[in-house]
């Protein structure tokens, strides 16, 4: 059971527009905490694409942005692509653990 | 170009100790702003953060992990460590060391090792 609630998958076809949500409470998102988000292909470490609630780093496509409000967060990925296909994990601070918290993580499926 | 590193021991026996070493390449683990973390992902599961630790040596750990865990850093290796007691079949996982950058976001992970696979069984 994670403290943060992802869906376990989405799925869209190519160029189409799909969202990951992130659901935290009071303790965490709601709290004010940023909330990132990373990409995970099979085999592979996570990679950061988006940092407190929607900054994207250098080399990360404006395809993908992020957006929060109030306990929730979610990640859009638009122009949907093949490359796109991998495991996505949101990720914040919680005050009562003392630590990071992630999502169950969102399986992205390019059909 | 600054890169992580894991390695340990791959098996281990259940009740042991687990101890993972991660190397910084690159830069100094003493520059400021950063924290180190261990984060481990059992098979076919999500992510969970072990705990992280600055170069001064203060650490913070997973409360569910707390009574078994110690990390450390070792300056003059440029590397940091994990050590997991009594461990069992559930501790079995990839174990990723990765930094936290207050530059980019005091708690977003920007940069990972390519992660090592631990596995406790006898």
């Known amino acids: 059971q994670s403290v943060l609630t992802q869906p376990p998958s989405v799925s869209g076809a190519p160029g189409q527009r799909v969202i990951i949500s992130c659901t935290g409470s009071s303790s965490n998102i709601g709290a004010g905490y940023g909330v990132h988000w990373y990409r995970q292909l099979p085999g592979t470490a996570p990679k950061l694409l988006i940092y407190d609630n929607g900054v994207r780093p250098s080399g990360i496509p404006d395809r993908l942005s992020g957006s929060k409000s109030g306990a929730s967060a979610s990640l859009a990925i638009t122009g949907l692509q093949a490359e796109d296909e991998a495991d996505y994990y949101c990720q914040s601070y919680d005050s009562s653990l003392g630590g990071s918290v992630f999502g169950g993580g969102t399986k992205v499926t390019v059909l | 170009q600054l890169q992580l590193q894991e390695s340990g021991t791959g098996l281990v026996k259940p009740s042991q100790t687990l101890s993972l070493t991660c190397a910084v390449s690159g830069d100094s683990i003493s520059s400021p702003g950063y924290s180190w973390n261990w984060i481990r992902q059992p098979p076919g599961k999500g992510l969970e953060w072990v705990g992280n630790?600055?170069?001064?040596?203060?650490?913070s750990y997973n409360p569910s992990l707390k009574s078994r865990v110690t990390m450390s850093v070792d300056k003059s290796k440029n590397q940091f460590s994990l050590k997991l007691t009594s461990v069992a079949a559930a501790d079995t996982a990839v174990y990723f060391c990765?930094?936290?950058?207050?530059?980019?976001?005091?708690?977003?992970?920007?940069?990972w090792g390519q992660g090592t696979m631990v596995t406790v069984s006898s």
């Open positions: 990765a930094r936290a950058n207050s530059f980019l976001s005091v708690y977003a992970f920007d940069l």
């Open positions: 630790i600055f170069h001064s040596g203060s650490a």
